[in-house]
């Protein structure tokens, strides 16, 4: 039931607002939006316990573990470090100093808290 319309003759902001409701990027406010819209999407059944409702009324609590992922990230900020100089070697005098700026602001940072 789609209708081929030709883009030079319609306004092209309406055309695009037609297509993104006719599509389901945007709810669909006419009848032909919507059948369109019906047409071209896919059924996807509820799980079985969502078939009812009275999954909300039953007594069993559902907890959420959160898992804690630890990722050591020195040898990409001296990686990082390398890319800044175009890959080449950085002077002990200079890592030394980056090393102590890091923990200046370390520090300034846990003093702020």
Excluded: C
Excluded at 55 to 60: N, P, Q
Excluded at 95 to 112: F, T, V
Aim: glycine letters at 4%; a negative charge; charged letters at 40%.
């Amino acid at each position: 039931m789609t209708k081929k319309i030709k883009i030079q003759d319609a306004d092209f902001e309406a055309y695009l607002e037609n297509a993104l409701k006719s599509h389901g990027y945007l709810f669909p406010t006419t009848d032909e939006q919507m059948s369109v819209f019906e047409e071209n999407i896919d059924y996807i059944p509820l799980p079985k316990e969502l078939g009812s409702p009275d999954f909300v009324f039953e007594d069993k609590k559902q907890t959420l573990k959160k898992r804690v992922i630890a990722i050591d990230n020195s040898e990409g900020e001296r990686n990082w470090a390398l890319a800044a100089r175009e890959g080449k070697d950085i002077p002990e005098d200079m890592l030394a100093k980056m090393k102590r700026d890091k923990e200046e602001a370390k520090k300034k940072k846990n003093d702020n808290r």
